[in-house]
């Protein structure tokens, strides 16, 4: 088992006001297209189920690729902490390999870790951020020489283009797969497992009762009512005072998946009513909105002082989660643009490890939204409220 050191970045106190445009999509009435787009979902030629998280669908592929005590599991240095849970409720010993400045694996370096490892490696956790795909080829093809079983995290890539490239479409080199469509569809809940045919595929996570299918319809709308909230409420807010620099990180170890992991959570499917929700959108619509408020975040940010876009380009076959942008001084920066209202998430309590890439972008790496139910006059509010916070540091 793991016990791994986490420095954390604690908000509380520090008068953060709550965003005003929400951060994940909240809402769409599109039916899927009599003529099929661009775009599908992945997995379409997989066995799939249908757990409340992905981060549960991980617990599940771990554990069929051998991971636990006898089994480590090596798992990306830069990390959201639902990413290593499911390793540690196996109580495994997890390896943080290093990545390239374009969050893609230094697979020369991970050899050596393979090699040192007290027990042998089952199982590499490959993930496409933000929906920028890897060559998840070349890293299936490693792992394949070393008897890795490779899980491709699809949680920020749940978009299958067509016939729009020669490169292997997210969740299909690996296997086993796992995404979040709550992510990037309004769907509230959803993880799903992609298990590669001929594999073994799990028992059926069990059904959700008849109070959780109400309580997501309740949360759903709760959600679009939010959504209409903030987008009645545009407004520039007055600049932030200068402030103190926020508290530093403090440092804490453990061996135990953190609070975002729900045991009771395990094993238990999605509502049947999200399952539906997430069938009912249009996935080609949803994706080539995306794509379009990913590149208005690049013109916006073309020429800013203070910030660059960690790729200012998405190829033919990408669909983005999120517009990455990484701050020249996220120290002063960062706490300025949460007090002007941006939604803003940065993965604040990661794991500490020896990848200097990965250790920068815990503190200058945030993620705005680009999602489908943004509407025009909220991306211009948003970059915006981004071009002031960073015109006056």
Not at 136 to 145: F, I, P
Not at 168 to 179: D, S
Not at 353 to 374: F, G, K, R, T
Request: with cysteine.
């Amino acid at each position: 088992m793991s016990e791994l050191a986490y420095r954390v970045f604690d908000p509380s106190g520090l008068g953060f006001p709550s965003p005003t445009v929400p951060v994940l999509p909240w809402w769409s009435e599109s039916a899927p297209a009599q003529v099929p787009g661009r775009f599908g979902l992945i997995g379409a030629d997989r066995a799939r189920l249908h757990y409340r998280r992905g981060r549960y669908a991980l617990l599940e592929a771990y554990r069929l690729s051998g991971v636990g005590p006898e089994g480590a599991l090596l798992a990306p240095a830069y990390h959201c902490r639902t990413m290593l849970d499911p390793a540690l409720r196996l109580s495994a010993t997890l390896h943080l390999y290093p990545l390239n400045p374009d969050l893609s694996p230094r697979l020369e370096a991970i050899d050596a870790i393979v090699a040192a490892s007290p027990v042998p490696v089952r199982a590499m956790l490959l993930t496409h951020f933000f929906g920028l795909l890897s060559d998840a080829r070349a890293v299936a093809a490693w792992c394949e020489s070393r008897g890795i079983a490779l899980v491709e995290d699809c949680s920020h890539a749940l978009f299958s283009a067509r016939g729009l490239s020669d490169r292997l479409p997210p969740g299909a080199a690996g296997r086993f797969a796992v995404a979040s469509p709550y992510k990037l569809l309004p769907c509230e809940e959803e993880g799903w497992l992609m298990v590669r045919p001929g594999d073994t595929v799990p028992a059926d996570p069990k059904g959700a009762s008849l109070w959780r299918e109400l309580r997501w319809v309740r949360d759903l709308w709760q959600r679009r009512a939010a959504g209409l909230r903030g987008r009645a409420a545009l407004q520039d807010p007055a600049l932030p005072k200068p402030a103190d620099d926020p508290p530093p990180r403090r440092m804490i170890r453990s061996d135990r998946p953190s609070a975002h992991y729900e045991e009771a959570d395990e094993g238990q499917a999605s509502c049947r009513l999200a399952q539906t929700w997430a069938r009912r959108q249009d996935p080609s619509a949803a994706a080539e909105a995306r794509r379009q408020a990913y590149q208005a975040w690049v013109q916006a940010v073309a020429g800013l002082a203070g910030c660059r876009p960690l790729r200012d380009t998405l190829c033919d076959d990408e669909v983005p989660y999120m517009f990455p942008l990484v701050l020249e001084a996220p120290a002063r920066q960062f706490p300025r643009l949460k007090r002007l209202g941006l939604p803003i998430w940065r993965w604040d309590d990661m794991a500490v490890s020896d990848c200097e890439v990965s250790q920068a972008y815990s503190e200058a790496l945030i993620h705005l939204p680009c999602h489908q139910s943004l509407s025009g006059a909220e991306q211009s509010w948003l970059h915006r409220q981004l071009t002031r916070g960073l015109e006056t540091n």
